[in-house]
């Protein structure tokens, strides 16, 4: 069966991995309902609405991770849903408060939302890039990241980053 029938929703759309989920469920058919965070933000959301297929099966939806109930509607009546919003600063104080805590209660609210939806068959949930930017390995082009390459505490505070950060 194509994607023509089927409807999948991705959080946090006008990000750089969630862009390219979009972009592929489009080619592939899929109506896609998207959540950014304003989506009248032309500088967020005008790569999104060039996509091949955007006009007739990209809907994009205002939500915030932090607001319970907030994704109701992005996922209501969706198959699948790619789970990719997370709060992410460079410069934080306090990452535990800033970055941990907010995609955790994001994530939760997501979910929550989904537990509403018969229709959803499966959940994916991304994780930060920060889980595997910290290793102290080399990083070269052939080199394949996957679960081998979780960042390492003792690496994240020797470079002084996430300090905060508890596991």
């Not at 790569?47 to 990209?58: C, I, Q, S, T, V």
Request: glycine share 6%; hydrophobic share 45%; proline share 4%.
């Amino acid at each position: 069966m194509s994607g023509a029938e089927k409807v999948v929703s991705v959080t946090g759309a006008s990000g750089y991995i969630a862009s390219w989920v979009v972009k592929l469920l489009l080619q592939r058919g899929y109506t896609v309902k998207a959540s950014v965070r304003d989506p009248n933000d032309k500088k967020k959301t005008e790569h999104l609405l060039a996509l091949d297929g955007a006009k007739e099966r990209l809907q994009l939806f205002k939500a915030d991770l932090l607001e319970e109930g907030s994704f109701d509607s992005v996922v209501e009546g969706s198959e699948g849903v790619f789970h990719t919003a997370s709060p992410f600063y460079h410069d934080v104080s306090d990452p535990q408060v800033e970055l941990i805590d907010p995609a955790l209660k994001g994530t939760l609210n997501v979910l929550r939302s989904c537990a509403k939806v018969p229709s959803i068959k499966r959940v994916v949930i991304t994780s930060s890039m920060a889980a595997v930017a910290f290793t102290g390995k080399p990083l070269a082009p052939d080199v394949i990241i996957d679960e081998s390459w979780f960042s390492d505490l003792a690496v994240c505070e020797k470079l002084k980053v996430l300090k905060h950060f508890q596991i």
